[in-house]
């Protein structure tokens, strides 16, 4: 072997050694950052009859008993969810069926009667879309009297939600929170004199039945906070109607395996398959300028692809920017070749050997800062959403 073709040889792997180890990074930083779980109530695994999965005892909501006046009626409300399905990331849309029940005192009954306010009135469901296909309905035939005058109702509900809690900044390593919003209905219960105010009832104990569960994520809890919600109208009356809500928030997160196989493995093959072209010989330019077009075609219709499934964002996902990094570096890379066959071309026959030497040191400059480029970008993003 002459020393040229040793020292060609000597290159290549260098430069391989390097490109493996490199990739070797990568695939380290990401397994190593999507093993760190978010926290978040965590779904015991007992099987309770009705209620399906036990959770930790409820946080105290933001509104604190100590707060409440007398002119101020306590509505304890419960939630039990039996299924979720037919999830749209594209519309932010999703279904539930399950059950709401209410506790409310013999006062709040009082001022019922004086308003002519039936059970049903109560309350709404905020975030539910598509009401003529929907149900809410009244599961008790009639409110259950319990003592010290206090009543029980409990409705039924199917219906299809908004998710207004989607966040897409690390996608494909979702955190997914549906959201189910129930608000005190009636206007005479929202103003300053007579307002209701909803809390998490003292007898649950369960949020989620068996079919919880949602098609490629992982269940990670659920949570029932109360909020007071001031409406920016007036309506046309003399004051701005601040109702309470409760709002049960059920946490899903993506599965991390499942979405690096499927988005973040494919475009990192792509990027090795392009960050290896260098090692081609300088003199085969047809060869090295195939390598980048195609690489940047099969990058644009894998991110297409991406972007079928999930909505218009006003801002980059994880994935997009590793995206973003991949089409700068196949840019650069078919620009890298392009000076290379014209270095080569116009090369004298004697000087062709120096010339191939200087392209060669130029691709390894370029593997190495492309390299450095990749991982820098996946880490800064993901670092730069981690809030």
């Not at 009626?73 to 932010?92: C, F, P, T």
């Amino acid at each position: 072997m002459s020393p040229s073709n040793s020292m060609g040889v000597r290159q290549t792997r260098e430069r391989l050694s390097w490109l493996v180890l490199a990739l070797f990074l990568v695939l380290g930083v990401v397994a190593w950052q999507t093993s760190a779980q978010p926290s978040y109530p965590s779904v015991q695994e007992q099987q309770t009859g009705y209620d399906g999965f036990e959770l930790p005892e409820l946080t105290i909501p933001q509104i604190g008993l100590d707060a409440v006046t007398s002119e101020q009626h306590i509505i304890y409300i419960g939630m039990h969810v039996d299924k979720v399905y037919e999830l749209s990331l594209q519309s932010r849309t999703f279904s539930a069926d399950g059950f709401i029940w209410i506790e409310w005192s013999s006062d709040t009954q009082d001022l019922m009667d004086q308003e002519d306010i039936g059970p049903a009135d109560l309350i709404r469901l905020v975030n539910q879309i598509e009401s003529w296909d929907s149900t809410f309905e009244v599961d008790t035939h009639q409110p259950t009297l319990l003592s010290a005058g206090r009543r029980y109702q409990r409705f039924r509900f199917s219906s299809r939600f908004y998710d207004d809690e989607v966040n897409f900044e690390r996608d494909p390593f979702d955190v997914l929170i549906l959201p189910i919003i129930v608000e005190v209905n009636p206007d005479q219960m929202s103003d300053k004199y007579e307002q209701a105010l909803l809390f998490g009832h003292h007898h649950q104990n369960g949020f989620l039945g068996h079919s919880g569960g949602l098609s490629g994520y992982e269940l990670k809890g659920a949570s029932l906070q109360s909020f007071l919600h001031r409406y920016p109208s007036r309506f046309g009356s003399w004051y701005q109607p601040t109702k309470s809500q409760a709002r049960l928030d059920i946490v899903y997160q993506s599965d991390y395996w499942s979405a690096f196989v499927n988005w973040v493995l494919p475009l990192v093959i792509i990027m090795s398959v392009v960050l290896m072209a260098p090692t081609v010989a300088g003199s085969l330019a047809d060869i090295r300028l195939a390598v980048p077009s195609t690489a940047l075609l099969t990058l644009v219709f894998l991110h297409q692809a991406y972007h079928d499934d999930i909505p218009s964002l006003p801002y980059l996902t994880f994935l997009d920017q590793l995206f973003a990094c991949g089409y700068l570096i196949a840019m650069g890379l078919f620009a890298l070749f392009t000076w290379g066959t014209n270095v080569y071309a116009r090369a004298t026959q004697e000087g062709r050997e120096e010339a191939t030497r200087r392209i060669d040191r130029v691709d390894l400059l370029f593997q190495l800062s492309s390299i450095a480029m990749f991982i820098g970008v996946g880490v800064f993003s993901w670092i730069s959403t981690s809030a």
